[in-house]
Structures are given as C-alpha cells and as structure tokens.
C-alpha cells in the first residue's frame, strides 16, 4: 500500500454527488456498485466506502430519492473484493450498539479482515423525524457523547465476553457478542468541529475532514494528528474530491461547467434545509447559488497531467493521508483514471518515500 491512500466513495444514493440535471445520473443499484468497487479494486485503489441516507432531497433530480443501505451492500461487494478495504456507514442514533457490534464482526468475517465501521451520529432531522426517532432537544455535543458511549460499547462488546453498563443514553445487561473479530474493523469518523476531532483523536483509525481552504484543512488535519499522539494514537486524516478529467484542461472545464449548467436548485434549498436552515432562508440561498454547488464537494479539472498535480497540491498543502476520491461517470472516469493518473500518483508517493 502507497504512503497516500485513495479510494472511491460509492454511489449508492441515486445521482450520486452531483446534484444536476446535466450530470450523469447513477443508479442506487447494487450491480452498478459492484461493477464500481471491482473497477476501483482493478485499478488499484486502496478503499471503498459507502454513505448511509434514509431520504433524499427531491427536487427535479429527486436527489438521493432512492438509496440502498451501506452495511448489506457492502457485505455483498465484500465478498466480491480480496483486496480493497471495505468501510460500511452505520448510525449510532438509530442502531443498538449490541447490533452493530454483531453486524461489523459479520463483515469482517466476510471480508477477511479489511472491514471498518465509519460511524455517524445522526444530524439530519428529515431522516429520523420520519422514522420518529429524532430528538430535536438533543445537542451537537450531546450527540457526541452519545456517539462517544455507542463506541465505548461496541469496542468492549468486541473484546469481552460480557457487557454489562448503565449510561447516559445506553443500557446493556449480561449482554454478550461472540465471536469477537480476530482483528478490529477500523473505525472511520467524519467531523470538523471540536467535539468531532476530539472524538477522531480518541477512537478513529481515519478521520475525514472538510473545510473552506487547504491552509485551514492542513491546522485540522494537524490538530486531529496532534491530539492522537498525545494519546498514544495514530489517526490518519482524509478528505474528499471529485475529479473531473478529460483530455484536456480546456476539456475537462467546459465539462464541468456544463455539469454546473444542471444545478437543482430544489434540490439544493432541501437539502441545505436538513441542514437546520430555515425554508426561506435556504430557498432564497439556493436561488443565487453558483453553478459550482452542483459539486457536493470540492473538485479539481484537468488533463490526466494537471489532475495529478492539483491531486497532489491538495494531499500536500492540506497534509492530508489520504483522498476519497468522487466521478461524476464513475465507471468511464475512473479507468481513465487508473489509466493516466493513479500511476503517476503512486510514482510520486515512491519517490517521496525514498
């Protein structure tokens, strides 16, 4: 494995990351995800990983309307891999952490050891009003602590015989999780804010992380490494990125923009909306919204040669381990990637560490 991890962040929600009428549309599909995780596996990536959503955002994308749920699919792409690490989404606010233990003990039997638990805490209130388990009174730090003691749980769960625990938001009695796993999935934590790096430091294996600009992201990803070493931990740092690449950086912009043309406008106010925004407020945003809010994260554009030295721009300036890597036609993209890219990447990574 190279110094610098990439992986692939599946699509397993409909429209995948951008949210576009003029963008490719993938499926939420199983098949279709297989065919991405072998194709990443193929061309030699380090991860795959998968979200977990439970509801979209309509508008005329229906963006992310139709979902299937990480930790099965997984199993199933698990099973289909030998060599990817494979990093499934569970909620802590939604599933017992005795379920969870069971479940990600499962995958790493399936999948030989290269399983890992990312583990969120449930923010966005359309999701679980729905199912009517939000707690609108709960807090962000409370939410992590309950997120903290979820974890607490499950690790023990995974090494002894027997939990017994009386929490602020859990209870187990005589409860019992056997086999443990021969080796502990990794545990994998999305956050910026202090409770989440904090909570990175103490118990997460990766720790992704996002911000407005690479000086910014490299004080956190210094921050999250620093707290762990001070723990006696290593915790490797990650973010997110989507590549837009054709043969030529004229190309590869007139694409981009062209995705930009399609932005949901709809889409986009829902979504900021589940985020805590007021109706209004999000509409009136979303409505003088630039092209560039179809991308859900940052990206870079380019010939295979300037995507290899904006990728490498991003991992150094913001002294990041690592990139999840997005496509907006995952299959077409990502082996022109594997192609005229990664190789180049890898070459870099080698004479670095040399």
Not at 144 to 152: C, F, K, N, S, V
Not at 270 to 292: C, F, I, P, V, Y
Not at 314 to 320: D, P, S
Request: overall charge negative; hydrophobic content about 40%.
């Amino acid at each position: 494995m190279s110094d610098t991890e990439y992986g692939v962040f599946l699509p397993n929600a409909a429209g995948g990351w951008m949210i576009s009428t003029t963008a490719p549309y993938p499926p939420a599909d199983y098949d279709y995800n297989r065919q991405v995780a072998l194709l990443g596996e193929e061309i030699g990536l380090d991860f795959v990983m998968a979200m977990a959503k439970w509801r979209g955002f309509g508008g005329t994308t229906d963006h992310w309307g139709e979902t299937i749920e990480s930790v099965t699919m997984m199993a199933g792409i698990a099973e289909a891999t030998s060599r990817v690490k494979i990093w499934a989404t569970i909620h802590a606010n939604m599933q017992n952490p005795a379920f969870a233990a069971k479940v990600f003990t499962t995958l790493q039997q399936i999948s030989h050891g290269r399983a890992g638990m990312n583990i969120v805490n449930g923010a966005y209130a359309d999701e679980f009003q729905q199912m009517g388990i939000w707690d609108a009174d709960m807090s962000h730090d409370a939410r992590y602590r309950m997120t903290e003691e979820w974890t607490q749980l499950v690790l023990r769960l995974w090494s002894e015989d027997s939990v017994t625990h009386h929490g602020e938001f859990f209870t187990l009695e005589d409860c019992q999780s056997r086999p443990h796993p021969v080796t502990r999935p990794e545990i994998i934590s999305a956050g910026r804010s202090e409770s989440g790096r904090a909570f990175q430091a103490a118990y997460a294996d990766g720790a992704f992380l996002g911000s407005e600009s690479l000086e910014d992201m490299a004080e956190l990803s210094r921050d999250v490494h620093e707290r762990a070493a001070a723990r006696g931990r290593t915790v490797r740092t990650y973010s997110m990125l989507t590549i837009v690449l054709a043969d030529s950086d004229a190309a590869a912009e007139a694409r981009a923009e062209r995705f930009a043309a399609g932005l949901d406008r709809e889409a986009l106010a829902n979504m900021r909306r589940s985020w805590g925004w007021d109706a209004q407020r999000a509409l009136s945003w979303a409505e003088g919204a630039t092209g560039k809010e179809a991308f859900q994260t940052p990206y870079v554009t380019g010939s295979p040669e300037t995507i290899v030295e904006r990728v490498l721009t991003v991992v150094e300036r913001a002294e990041l381990d690592g990139l999840m890597l997005i496509f907006p036609d995952y299959l077409e993209d990502m082996r022109a990637f594997g192609d005229a890219v990664l190789p180049a990447l890898r070459a870099q990574d080698a004479r670095v560490s040399a």
